[in-house]
């Protein structure tokens, strides 16, 4: 059974201080990330991907994969009230567009 | 990007009623796929539905409950049948992103309440 997991928070952070979301996958051979983010009552968008081992690095974005240890994170720097959503992680096990499957997300709160 | 609407964008049905809910996208797909996202929950995968051949449904899911019908490249729906209370979600359709991010794009997502 492929899981993705990720704390469901809520995660709550000053405004302008770096929030860090954690996901963490139980299929090896997963080849491609993404960081979804959702406002309430709205639809997932894409935020971010990475394939490789390491840092990537979108304005305030950060994403950052360790395939050992199965893990990957997102770290939003300067963090603001509008960064305030949930945020899923995605795994991509098959190599289709199809085979992705999603964290429960964890919820994030930016107090001004 | 991808340009997906939905219909209806909420509602609200009796038990054992059936509701059919359209998506429609910009461009022509190969691929379409249909997720439910209950309260609290991810994203589930329920079915792929590919123009000109029989959608592919993930486990938990069957054709009865949950027929999907796909006419052209561009129009797919997906009608919940016998509705109960848990059937209570959001239902969300989705289109590949590119063939470099291996990904998918989201419509905005249809709201129902079963009461």
């Known amino acids: 059974q492929k899981e993705v997991e990720q704390n469901s928070g809520p995660l709550s952070v000053p405004e302008g201080a770096i929030a860090s979301l954690n996901c963490t996958y139980s299929?090896?051979?997963?080849?491609?990330f993404f960081w979804y983010r959702q406002y309430s009552g709205k639809s997932p968008e894409l935020i971010m991907f990475?394939?490789?081992?390491g840092d990537k690095e979108d304005g305030r974005f950060t994403a950052q994969l360790n395939k050992a240890s199965q893990y990957v994170s997102l770290l939003i720097r300067d963090s603001q009230p509008s960064d305030s959503a949930t945020y899923l992680c995605?795994?991509?096990?098959?190599?289709?567009?199809?085979?992705?499957?999603f964290g429960k997300g964890t919820k994030l709160s930016v107090k001004p | 990007s991808a340009v997906i609407s939905q219909k209806p964008s909420r509602d609200i049905c009796q038990r054992g009623t059936s509701l059919t809910i359209q998506c429609q996208v910009d461009?022509?797909?190969?691929?379409m796929f249909w997720y439910r996202q209950q309260p609290g929950q991810s994203l589930t995968l329920i079915a792929t539905?590919?123009?000109?051949?029989?959608?592919?449904?993930e486990s938990g899911f069957v054709i009865d409950k949950f027929p999907i019908s796909r006419p052209n490249l561009t129009f797919s729906t997906l009608t919940v049948s016998n509705m109960s209370p848990e059937d209570s979600s959001i239902y969300l359709c989705s289109v590949p992103r590119d063939n470099w991010v291996k990904t998918q794009y989201f419509g905005p997502g249809t709201r129902l309440l079963v009461l």
């Open positions: 539905a590919n123009q000109g051949s029989e959608a592919t449904y």
């Open positions: 461009s022509q797909v190969t691929m």
């Open positions: 299929d090896q051979g997963s080849q491609s």
């Open positions: 990475i394939y490789s081992n």
């Open positions: 995605a795994v991509n096990y098959g190599g289709s567009q199809g085979n992705l499957i």
